[in-house]
């Protein structure tokens, strides 16, 4: 085909792109819009604003638009005419208003590879019946009687192989113990055995297509975590052809207490709303949490006080349990990590895993005197809010004490309006209808994966490694760190094979001959 005849063949498609893009510019003009740029035709914004930058600020094209425009702009963002809000009133106003103003509206790409029933994408009554499910299932009884437990036996299997002086990917590590827990707590399977392992390679490759752009050519990550996709929810479909066969036959199954068990049992779920319910609570359930947990460790080397303080806690705890001739954590001692909650919630405030939200526009919408048009889409930036100064002092600094004082102002009618305005405003897991339904449970990951790991290692920097946004949160390096054993304590590691024994509720043989090499190496003299 000649130039020419290229001309001809493109110009209606060029012109029919163009007259919508101006008539798009003239509907703008009816409402009083917010100031702002809609960047090139059809491209918008989008590159710009995903560019990386560093994950404790909100990015220059962040700090140039609210500089420009103010917290409330326009722009045009994933190929659509977009408000950004990085106002902590206006923020908070979409998320109270789901479902009635604003809904859940991700790009096609994320529920083409979540699938279709995921709880990311559904809204409404759909949305909210998923929801339920999990909230049963997360609920706070089970953390109490279930989760705890696991979580800490878990833990215990990662720490347990980190060898003397050895240098590792902190990140990895965080991401092999929540793969594990989720692995356990969904569908039953045992860390280190081979199915396990197998489903954990599809997985990382799944999510390498997760957070790549989305093109459905031969060779990139999109695609293969395609096929990666299709050959998880097989293998979670064997699980739950087995587990309906042995319901059928009237056998009884400890498996059945884990979340597919649980599904299987309880709710009028077809095959396909399972699948991908499970495939993403595991992609939920994972990803955010060892994000969290990577950036607790590199924030905390960073910080001497802080970790200082958290020994001082967790040692109290620890003698407290020896006194009482107990071992294993309970859900009094996770009441008593007051400090460690400080730490948690200043993790998260700063290193902002989740940074902004999809939302989209239900009918026209006021405020404070600007117009949203319905259906266009918001995008309430979580991050922004947690960086603002008028709201968190000194937002750039790893602060856990802030929280602290914001407890302490509750009581004290002099600061409780600044401590409630910045608590009000504090969102790492959402909020309104879709607030998160494992955020309880991320939370108690964090604080005992920070208990054991503050009572029993130093650790520091191997090499070079901060959190960028990509948007989605990483270390480049995989944030590698040395560790040295803290001189023995009755806490764990004198007791360490026999606690993982009791957690795992199996034999010590049974446990990954890795670890138990390791756990020998703990327990010898000297």
């Excluded at 294993?328 to 400090?339: A, G, Q, S, V």
Aim: with cysteine; aromatic share 10%.
């Amino acid at each position: 085909m000649s130039q020419s005849e290229l001309v001809v063949f493109l110009l209606p498609s060029i012109l029919s792109l163009l007259l919508l893009f101006i008539l798009m510019q003239r509907k703008q003009t009816r409402f009083n819009l917010p100031p702002g740029n809609m960047g090139w035709p059809f491209l918008g914004e989008t590159f710009g604003y995903l560019k990386p930058y560093s994950a404790t600020s909100i990015g220059q094209f962040m700090e140039e638009h609210i500089s420009r425009y103010g917290k409330i702009y326009r722009s045009s963002l994933f190929g659509e005419p977009t408000i950004v809000s990085a106002d902590a009133g206006l923020n908070r106003f979409i998320l109270q208003n789901e479902g009635r103003l604003f809904e859940c509206s991700y790009p096609k790409s994320i529920g083409g590879i979540l699938g279709k029933w995921s709880m990311l994408v559904l809204v409404g009554d759909m949305h909210r019946d998923m929801r339920v499910i999990s909230l049963n299932f997360l609920s706070h009884a089970r953390l109490r009687t279930h989760l705890m437990k696991e979580v800490e036996s878990q833990t215990l299997l990662v720490l347990s192989s980190w060898k003397e002086n050895c240098t590792f990917s902190a990140q990895d590590e965080a991401k092999k113990f929540t793969f594990n827990l989720m692995a356990k707590h969904i569908m039953s399977l045992d860390p280190g055995k081979p199915e396990t392992e197998q489903l954990k390679k599809e997985y990382v490759t799944f999510m390498k297509g997760v957070v790549s752009a989305p093109l459905n050519l031969p060779g990139t990550p999109y695609r293969k975590a395609l096929k990666s996709r299709s050959i998880i929810l097989k293998f979670i479909e064997q699980k739950m052809e087995g587990r309906i066969a042995k319901m059928k036959g009237g056998v009884e199954n400890l498996e059945d207490d884990d979340l597919l068990g649980w599904v299987l049992k309880h709710s009028n779920l077809s095959t396909e709303q399972i699948l991908d319910l499970i495939l993403s609570l595991l992609f939920a359930g994972h990803e955010t949490s060892s994000v969290s947990i990577a950036l607790a460790i590199y924030f905390l080397q960073a910080c001497p006080g802080s970790i200082q303080q958290l020994k001082e806690e967790h040692i109290q705890i620890s003698r407290a349990k020896k006194l009482a001739g107990e071992t294993e954590l309970n859900w009094d001692d996770y009441r008593k990590m007051e400090f460690t909650q400080c730490v948690i919630s200043e993790t998260l405030r700063l290193g902002n895993v989740v940074r902004f939200l999809h939302r989209k526009a239900l009918k026209d919408v006021r405020y404070k005197g600007y117009d949203i048009p319905c259906g266009w889409k918001v995008l309430p930036v979580i991050s922004a809010v947690h960086l603002d100064s008028t709201l968190f002092d000194q937002p750039q600094h790893f602060n856990p004490w802030r929280w602290q004082q914001c407890n302490n102002a509750r009581g004290d009618s002099a600061s409780s309006s600044a401590a409630t305005t910045s608590s009000n405003y504090f969102m790492p897991f959402g909020g309104g209808p879709r607030l998160c339904a494992g955020s309880e449970l991320a939370k108690l990951e964090m604080a005992v994966f920070i208990h054991h790991l503050v009572l029993n290692f130093h650790w520091e920097l191997a090499d070079s490694d901060q959190a960028f946004a990509f948007p989605f949160v990483d270390f480049p390096k995989g944030l590698p760190i040395r560790v040295k054993h803290h001189p023995h304590t009755s806490s764990t590691v004198g007791l360490l094979q026999r606690r993982i024994v009791n957690l795992c509720g199996s034999r010590f043989d049974d446990i990954p001959a890795d670890i138990r090499e390791q756990i020998d190496q703990w327990d010898a003299p000297g």
